[in-house]
């Protein structure tokens, strides 16, 4: 208990912040239909379309991704893409520790980031990234176990999506 209230003076963990980023690159990745509003919709556009492809790779080819983006992005982040810069904060028994920044130049280089983490083989996310099979979402998403139990989400979105797309084929299916 004790640990964990010291770990929360910290701020965010960074597995959450990677979560947080990958999020957006997926939203952006999705279309501009996903993007929280206050984004600016010319550029959710340009991003869209250079980054679209890649999150599309990450499932089709994920190592033709790495060959291709991974040094890249890197470099992109090496170059004051990202900044890290330390602090510190007292703990209630009076010991000091450690505290992390870090900040991105802009969103570009945010979504380089999280493109990254894509690109990684270690990184958890490669393994659940998934797009939705109903034509008219076709959002990109991380599948996650089902609380309920059952089979995680791998084909649709949403349950909804699920349904949806399962009716329409029950329409066409011929008799
Ligand atoms: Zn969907």
Request: charged share 30%; hydrophobic share 30%; proline share 6%.
């Amino acid at each position: 208990m004790a640990t964990q209230s010291k770990r929360r003076n910290s701020g965010h963990a960074p597995e959450e912040r990677d979560d947080r980023s990958v999020d957006v690159l997926l939203r952006v990745a999705s279309g501009p239909g996903f993007l929280p509003r206050d984004f600016k919709r010319e550029e959710a556009l340009q991003l869209q379309a250079e980054f679209e492809p890649l999150v599309q790779m990450a499932i089709d080819a994920p190592g033709e991704l790495q060959r291709q983006e991974f040094s890249r992005r890197l470099g992109e982040l090496q170059r004051g893409g990202l900044s890290i810069w330390l602090g510190s904060a007292r703990l209630q028994s009076g010991k000091q520790t450690l505290v992390r920044y870090s900040s991105f130049r802009d969103m570009h280089a945010r979504l380089s980031y999280a493109l990254l983490l894509l690109a990684e083989e270690q990184a958890p996310y490669q393994r659940v990234l998934r797009r939705c099979e109903l034509p008219s979402c076709n959002k990109f998403y991380l599948a996650q176990r089902n609380p309920k139990g059952g089979p995680a989400n791998r084909v649709y979105c949403s349950p909804e999506h699920r349904d949806e797309r399962h009716n329409s084929y029950d329409r066409k299916r011929p008799k």
